[in-house]
Every structure is written in C-alpha cells, then in structure tokens.
T-cell receptor, first 113, second 117 residues
Framework: EDKVVQSPLSLVVHEGDTVTLNCSYE??????LLWYKQEKKAPTFLFML????IEKKSGRLSSILDKKELFSILNITATQTGDSAVYLC?????????????FGKGTHLIIQP | GAGVSQSPSNKVTEKGKDVELRCDPI?????LYWYRQSLGQGLEFLIY????????KSGLPSDRFSAERTGGSVSTLTIQRTQQEDSAVYLC???????????????FGEGSWLTVV
C-alpha cells in the first residue's frame, strides 16, 4: 500500500522565519511527487517533482526531491501571514489503477505576525 | 469556467436524507476524481472516472455512496441515507488524458462542504 508521511503535522512560526516541511513516501512504481497548498477548502497546485536533486522555485517557495532516500522538502523563506495554510504532499504512482494521488495528512502551518 | 466547478458549495442536511453533489470538470479533461476530506484528516480517495472506462470505485466507503458521470463530463456524487460521519468536504478534481512519463497534474474544485445534522 502506498504511503505518504508528512512532518511536522503542525508548525507555528513568526513572520519572516524560514520553514522546511518534510514529506517521505513509499510507493510502488513512483512517477511524481506533488505539493499543494490548501486554504479554506480546495488545494491549489504548487510543484510537481519527478527528478532527484533538481530544485523547483516559485517566489519564496522551493522544493526538491530525493528519490534515493524517498523524501521531498518544501521550503518557504521570509514567511508571511498569507502563507498560513495546510501544505499537502502527494505521490503519483505509474501503472494502472486510479492514477489518483496518495496524499499525506498535511502540515498545518501558522504564521504569526 | 476555466476551472473545476462544484455545487453546492455548502450543504446542511438532516441525518437519513439523500444528497447529491455536482462536479463540472475542466473542459477537455477526461479523468475525474472524487475525494473526501474530514476535519483534521488527509484527503481520502473515493472514485475515479477515465473516459468511457468503467469507474474505479475502490475508495467508496459504503454502498450508500455512488457516483455517475454522464456524457463523459459532469459527475454527480450521491450519498443516500446520510449519517453524521459523512460530514466532510467533498472535493472533485480533473486531469487531462495526456499521460507523460512524469504523470499528470490534477486540478481541484472548491469543494462541497457537507454537514449532516
């Protein structure tokens, strides 16, 4: 059974701090790992990672994948209160079945002013 | 619209009643997924439709749950005889049929927040 474990489950920091969110996974026939940001209800897409060691960046957010150690990190620098959200990690297996994503439970990030 | 559209956005229903949740995927997307997210829990896969193939219903939690996708586009998730534990956000997502070696990105709707009282 595919498994995605995120840590920490929750994190409270002050505005301006840098945070690192972790995602480890076990999946048969890995294809890609995705990060989502969830505010209110619907998750919004952040990154899709397929290759080890190649950092993806979008503004103050960046992410990298280690396919040997089976984990990914999501970094947020100079955090702002608008970064407060649940950050979800998901893995996409190759092969048949639903082609759906297996999600972790998320990291609840709270940025205090 | 350009994104995945879901309705209603909020629904309060009495225990034992049936509810229908609707999802309109992104135009041209042949894959459609339903997920459920209960308070404090991760996303739980419910059902997957891909084109005209038989749906993957392996995630449906009980026979009170069913889903249809008519004409390969709009989908309806039906919950019969609702129970309080059905209270959750029901998220619909869609993706294109183009499968690359990297996989597909799926796009979520805003969700339908169901409260069973």
């Amino acid at each position: 059974e595919d498994k995605v474990v995120q840590s920490p489950l929750s994190l409270v920091v002050h505005e301006g701090d840098t945070v690192t969110l972790n995602c480890s996974y076990e999946v048969t026939n890995f294809r890609s790992l995705l990060w989502y940001k969830q505010e209110k209800k619907a998750p919004t897409f952040l990154f899709m990672l397929t290759s080890s060691g190649i950092e993806k960046k979008s503004g103050r957010l960046s992410s990298i994948l280690d396919k040997k150690e089976l984990f990914s990190i999501l970094n947020i620098t100079a955090t702002q209160t608008g970064d407060s959200a649940v950050y979800l990690c998901a893995v996409s297996p190759s092969g048949g079945g639903a082609d759906g994503l297996t999600f972790g439970k998320g990291t609840h990030l709270i940025i205090q002013p | 619209g350009a994104g995945v559209s879901q309705s209603p956005s909020n629904k309060v229903t009495e225990k034992g009643k049936d509810v229908e949740l609707r999802c309109d995927p992104i135009s041209g997307h042949t894959a459609l997924y339903w997920y459920r997210q209960s308070l404090g829990q991760g996303l739980e896969f419910l059902i997957y439709f891909q084109g005209n193939s038989a749906p993957d219903k392996s995630g449906l939690p009980s026979d009170r749950f069913s889903a249809e996708r008519t004409g390969g586009s709009v989908s309806t998730l039906t919950i019969q005889r609702t129970q309080q534990e059905d209270s959750a956000v029901y998220l619909c997502a869609s993706s294109s049929a183009v499968r690359t070696s990297s996989g597909n990105t799926i796009y979520f709707g805003e969700g339908s927040w169901l409260t069973v009282v």
